[in-house]
C-alpha cells in the first residue's frame, strides 16, 4: 500500500528565499509523481509532473526532482514570492492510475 | 479550453439525504477520477471511470456510486449523507494509454457541507 509523507507540515520564510520542500513514498513502483498547488478552498493546480523515466522536471522558478530507489521526491523554489503562499502536495500510484497524495506542506512567504 | 469543470461549487445538505456532484473533463481526456478531501488533509481516491465503467475503487462505502456518460462526463452520488461526508469533492479528469494515465489536471471542486 502507498504511503506518502511530505514534510515539512509547515514553512514560512521570508520574501526572496531558495526553499524545498520534501515527500517520501514507501511503494518505489509508482508510475508518475505529481506536484501540485492548492489555494485556500481551491482545486488543486497542477506543477510538474515527473514520469517514471524521468528524475526531473523544471518550469519556471520550480524545479522537481524524482529517486525512485530511495522513495524521495523534492520541489525546489527559487527566489520565493508572497504569491506562492498555498499548500503544495504531492501525489504518485503505479500506474498513474490512483493518485496517492500527502497531507501537503503549508508555504507562507512573507513580504 | 474550458478545463475540468465541476458543478455545484457549494451545497448544503441535510444528514440523510442524497446528492449528485457533476464533472465535465478536461476537452480530450476520457478518464474521471473523484476524489474526497476533509479539512487539513490530503485527497483521497473515491474511485475512477473509464469507458463508463468504475475502474478502480478505494476506501469508500457503497453509499459512494458514479456514472460515466458517453460523452466522458460523469457524476458523483452519495446516498444517506453522514456528517463526515462533508468535505471538498474533487474531480480529477486524464488520458487513459493502455493501462496508463496522462497527467491529471483537477477542477476546482464542490464543497458539500452535511447538517
Known amino acids: 500500500k502507498q504511503e506518502v509523507t511530505q514534510i515539512p507540515a509547515a514553512l514560512s520564510v521570508p520574501e526572496g528565499e531558495n526553499l524545498v520542500l520534501n515527500c517520501s513514498f514507501t511503494?518505489?513502483?509508482?508510475?508518475?509523481l505529481q506536484w501540485f498547488r492548492q489555494d485556500p478552498g481551491k482545486g488543486l493546480t497542477s506543477l510538474l509532473l515527473?514520469?517514471?523515466?524521468?528524475r526531473e522536471q523544471t518550469s519556471g522558478r520550480l524545479n522537481a526532482s524524482l529517486d525512485k530507489s530511495s522513495g524521495r521526491s523534492t520541489l525546489y523554489i527559487a527566489a520565493s514570492q508572497p504569491g506562492d503562499s498555498a499548500t503544495y502536495l504531492c501525489?504518485?500510484?503505479?500506474?498513474?492510475?490512483?493518485?496517492?497524495f500527502g497531507a501537503g506542506t503549508i508555504l507562507r512567504v512573507k513580504s | 479550453d474550458a478545463g475540468v469543470t465541476q458543478s455545484p461549487t457549494h451545497l448544503i445538505k441535510t444528514r440523510g439525504q442524497q446528492v449528485t456532484l457533476r464533472c465535465s473533463p478536461k476537452?480530450?481526456?476520457?478518464?474521471v477520477s473523484w476524489y474526497q478531501q476533509a479539512l487539513g488533509q490530503g485527497p483521497q481516491f473515491i474511485f475512477q471511470?473509464?469507458?463508463?465503467?468504475?475502474?478502480q475503487r478505494g476506501n469508500f462505502p457503497d453509499r459512494f456510486s458514479g456514472h460515466q456518460f458517453p460523452n466522458y462526463s460523469s457524476e458523483l452520488n452519495v446516498n444517506a449523507l453522514l456528517l463526515g461526508d462533508s468535505a471538498l469533492y474533487l474531480c480529477?479528469?486524464?488520458?487513459?494509454?493502455?493501462?496508463?494515465?496522462?497527467?491529471?489536471?483537477f477542477g476546482q471542486g464542490t464543497r458539500l457541507t452535511v447538517v
Open positions: 480529477a479528469s486524464s488520458f487513459r494509454r493502455g493501462d496508463v494515465n496522462t497527467e491529471a489536471f
Open positions: 511503494d518505489s513502483a509508482i508510475y508518475n
Open positions: 515527473i514520469q517514471s523515466s524521468q
Open positions: 501525489a504518485g500510484g503505479p500506474y498513474g492510475n490512483k493518485l496517492v
Open positions: 476537452s480530450g481526456h476520457d478518464t
Open positions: 471511470y473509464y469507458e463508463e465503467e468504475e475502474r
